[in-house]
């Protein structure tokens, strides 16, 4: 089936500093990708909605100076968590829409300390 | 706006038990209905779905009907088994799965030998 990875997938910084999150659809090409956040039991919540070739769609109440969203081509998109704090501590997951199929691929998550 | 309200559980369960996890939705429009299941460590998998009333979706001995009267869409299997333990989250999407998923809290299924 089609796979969806997530780089890094697990990260350490220190406060202040701006860490990049890579998603990419390995063997399908995506127009769409969504960034969602999932904090410690709870479910997850959709920041944004990431177009290639367009800017991001964020959510209400999602910075977007502070959530950088980047899809540069049909198989990446980037999130940079920029001037990180440790109230930004938690899981990142990103999906892919494969178009053909018409079903969203999630990749694996990237989970965010922030000391 | 849409919502799915679903069980937290933990629902810990004994080897070939039935398992009913229930899941109810608030939608505007007509939206498709999923279970997605997240295995420890690792990422979101798409478990079944459906798309339009009536439907069932099957997988891996799992199933769940799309019930347009309730709501709801519960998620049952007949024998669980310890590979079953993970978090199961109930979701919908009003564009068939390639617009943004809502998704319900998760409830997670601890399977028991």
């Known amino acids: 089936g089609a796979v969806v990875s997530q780089h890094p997938s697990r990260v350490i910084c220190k406060s202040g500093t701006s860490v990049k999150i890579e998603c990419r659809s390995l063997?399908?090409?995506?127009?769409?990708m969504f960034w969602y956040r999932q904090f410690p039991k709870q479910s997850l919540m959709l920041m944004a909605t990431?177009?290639?070739?367009?800017?991001?769609?964020?959510e209400q109440g999602v910075e977007k100076d502070k959530f950088l969203i980047n899809h540069a081509s049909l198989t990446l998109s980037t999130l940079t968590v920029t001037s990180a704090h440790p109230e930004d501590s938690s899981f990142y997951i990103c999906?892919?829409?494969?178009?053909?199929?018409?079903?969203?691929?999630f990749g694996p998550g990237t989970r965010l300390l922030v000391l | 706006g849409n919502s799915v309200t679903q069980m937290e559980g933990p629902v810990t369960l004994s080897e070939e038990a039935f398992l009913t996890i229930n899941c109810t939705y608030t939608?505007?429009?007509?939206?498709?209905l999923f279970w997605y299941v997240q295995y420890p460590g690792e990422g979101l998998q798409l478990l079944l779905k459906?798309?339009?009333?009536?439907d069932k979706g099957s997988n891996k001995g799992f199933e769940a009907t799309y019930r347009k009267e309730t709501t709801s869409f519960h998620l049952e299997k007949g024998s669980v088994q310890v590979s079953d333990s993970a978090v199961y989250f109930c979701?919908?999407?009003?564009?068939?799965?390639?617009?943004?998923?809502?998704f319900g809290i998760g409830t997670k299924l601890q399977v028991i030998p």
């Open positions: 999906s892919a829409h494969n178009v053909e199929g018409q079903t969203q691929y």
């Open positions: 939608a505007t429009g007509y939206p498709s």
């Open positions: 979701a919908l999407s009003e564009g068939g799965g390639y617009q943004k998923v809502t």
């Open positions: 990431s177009n290639e070739g367009s800017k991001a769609t964020y």
């Open positions: 063997d399908f090409q995506a127009t769409t």
């Open positions: 459906a798309t339009k009333a009536d």
